[in-house]
């Protein structure tokens, strides 16, 4: 076992020179802007006379208002060609 000259913390003993910690710290990393995305799930009320004409209604009424919605889950990403833009 050893110690990080730097700032004293406990080191792994593969670690060589200052501990991780201190070699992020010095080498000033940048910061990126990462565009993200996810989807919501929920449920709206629609009067119709049979299920598709229902299904039809969501697809073109543009004013239907967003229900309550929970998080997919798993569907947390990251836009690559939106994010390269951003940087
Ligand atoms: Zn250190």
């Not at 073109?60 to 990403?77: A, K, M």
């Amino acid at each position: 076992m050893s110690h990080c000259p730097k700032c004293k913390s406990i080191m792994d003993d593969f670690e060589i020179g200052i501990c991780n910690a201190c070699k992020r710290e010095r080498r000033k990393q940048k910061e990126f802007n990462i565009a993200v995305s996810w989807e919501e799930c929920g449920i709206v009320k629609i009067k119709a006379d049979s299920l598709e004409e229902a299904l039809q209604i969501v697809e073109e009424d543009q004013s239907i208002r967003l229900p309550e919605s929970s998080y997919v889950d798993g569907s947390f990403r990251a836009d690559y060609e939106v994010s390269e833009s951003l940087n």
